[in-house]
């Protein structure tokens, strides 16, 4: 199996993490951002989206992100990470949505506009509006969380990895957030997993004031 895309991209981190979780084993293969290599046509004959992360699996090409752990969960997971039940799926894959509709498009806009942009071109008014919706949604989940250990239940599932891996990001890169207390708990919970350690919780300097991609 092969993984394509740099590290520092949050999208190909959490297939990463994920993999770990699994215990499979993959070839990473860099690419994007400094690595470059997109907008080859052999690229584009992979991902017509010219983007990252893309999973090969043998003859299968599977590209997005939230598609990829879908893919995995249904093929490699077993009963823990996916079952054949619609409506019990339903529990954890409204995470994977809301994260990547609501909760991931504010985090990118704090992100690309305060750590992304040099301090002379900040727009402060337009990283605080989304650190607002951020915020917003930090008390959604921490009322969500006094009820149970994981988004939704006493077990981890794809709704934790996917909401899970925007919190270091939003906490470490310089604006002040203050995680809620079940949230802070949570978080607890997953740093101690090996596979966010390594993956969520890297060096992403990198980027600091970095526009293009
Ligand atoms: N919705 C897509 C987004 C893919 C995406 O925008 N990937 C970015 C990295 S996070 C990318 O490939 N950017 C070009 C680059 O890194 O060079 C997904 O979740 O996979």
């Not at 959490?14 to 499979?24: C, H, P, R, S, Y």
């Not at 951020?134 to 008390?139: S, Y």
């Not at 989940?141 to 009820?147: A, C, F, G, Q």
């Given at each position: 199996m092969k993984i394509y895309g740099r590290a520092t991209s949050f999208n190909v981190q959490k297939v990463l993490w994920f993999l770990d979780e699994l215990d499979i084993s993959y070839e990473h293969i860099e690419l994007g951002g400094r690595f470059g290599g997109l907008d080859t046509g052999e690229f584009a004959r992979l991902n017509p989206m010219k983007k990252v992360p893309l999973l090969v699996d043998g003859d299968k090409i599977?590209?997005?992100?939230?598609?990829?752990?879908?893919?995995?969960?249904?093929s490699y997971g077993g009963s823990q990470w996916?079952?054949?039940?619609?409506?019990?799926?339903?529990?954890?894959?409204?995470w994977m949505d809301w994260s990547h509709l609501?909760?991931?498009?504010?985090?990118?806009g704090t992100f690309w506009g305060y750590y992304r942009t040099p301090t002379s071109k900040r727009d402060m008014a337009k990283v605080n509006y989304e650190l607002k919706t951020c915020l917003e949604c930090l008390n959604t989940l921490n009322e969500v969380l006094s009820k149970s250990e994981y988004l939704t239940g006493q077990s981890i599932t794809l709704g934790d990895i996917c909401v899970g891996s925007v919190i270091y990001r939003l906490i470490s890169q310089g604006l002040t957030?203050?995680?809620?207390?079940?949230?802070?708990?949570?978080y607890e919970t997953l740093k101690s997993r090996d596979?966010?350690?390594?993956?969520?919780?890297?060096d992403y300097s990198e980027l600091k004031g970095r526009e293009a991609y």
């Amino acid at each position: 199996m092969k993984i394509y895309g740099r590290a520092t991209s949050f999208n190909v981190q959490k297939v990463l993490w994920f993999l770990d979780e699994l215990d499979i084993s993959y070839e990473h293969i860099e690419l994007g951002g400094r690595f470059g290599g997109l907008d080859t046509g052999e690229f584009a004959r992979l991902n017509p989206m010219k983007k990252v992360p893309l999973l090969v699996d043998g003859d299968k090409i599977i590209w997005e992100s939230h598609t990829i752990l879908r893919y995995l969960a249904a093929s490699y997971g077993g009963s823990q990470w996916y079952t054949d039940n619609a409506y019990e799926r339903s529990l954890y894959e409204r995470w994977m949505d809301w994260s990547h509709l609501i909760f991931q498009p504010a985090f990118m806009g704090t992100f690309w506009g305060y750590y992304r942009t040099p301090t002379s071109k900040r727009d402060m008014a337009k990283v605080n509006y989304e650190l607002k919706t951020c915020l917003e949604c930090l008390n959604t989940l921490n009322e969500v969380l006094s009820k149970s250990e994981y988004l939704t239940g006493q077990s981890i599932t794809l709704g934790d990895i996917c909401v899970g891996s925007v919190i270091y990001r939003l906490i470490s890169q310089g604006l002040t957030v203050e995680l809620p207390f079940n949230v802070a708990q949570w978080y607890e919970t997953l740093k101690s997993r090996d596979g966010y350690k390594k993956w969520i919780m890297s060096d992403y300097s990198e980027l600091k004031g970095r526009e293009a991609y």
